[in-house]
């Protein structure tokens, strides 16, 4: 025989669905340091802990948070309002988070890559109609040093 769960008042409903909108935050983060610094997926699911409250996801922009939380990178910030339904039986709440998604963030190996290939762009761009392209001599002060690499494939 199935035993049917015990039905909880509205206002025991209410303080489930307060206590897991305080917790939630925790919940999706994933690897995010914040919710106004989003880099990586969030953990966008129907249900959290033990709570027996089902939660639904929709984003307002999909194509760049879907609504299963998989984050698209984007290239400058991103403002997301996630709409998530709450519900419990006959009872359910409707709220709103807003979620700002950012680019990756650069380590200063790859931002020097990153400026070097714009300065190389750079000067590629300046020598389009010339019969040969003329490599920068410095950069950031330093000169500039380079070499060709020759595969060698004798004995």
Do not use: C
């Not at 966008?44 to 998989?70: A, F, N, R």
């Not at 709103?96 to 750079?122: D, F, K, N, W």
């Amino acid at each position: 025989m199935e035993v049917d769960p015990i039905l909880l008042s509205g206002e025991e409903i209410n303080t489930l669905f307060t206590d897991l909108l305080n917790q939630l935050p925790e919940y999706i983060l994933g690897k995010n340091e914040s919710l106004e610094e989003v880099v990586h997926d969030l953990n966008l699911t129907q249900h959290y802990g033990d709570s027996p409250i089902d939660v639904k996801w929709e984003s307002s922009s999909p194509g760049i948070l879907s609504d299963d939380g998989q984050v698209n990178e984007v290239e400058k910030e991103e403002k997301v309002l996630l709409i998530l339904q709450l519900s419990y039986g006959e009872h359910s709440m409707t709220k709103e988070i807003s979620v700002t998604l950012v680019p990756p963030r650069l380590t200063e190996e790859e931002l020097l890559y990153q400026e070097m290939g714009e300065l190389l762009e750079q000067s590629q761009a300046a020598y389009m109609e010339e019969e040969a392209w003329k490599l920068p001599l410095e950069w950031r002060g330093e000169s500039i040093r380079r070499s060709q690499v020759v595969d060698d494939n004798s004995l």
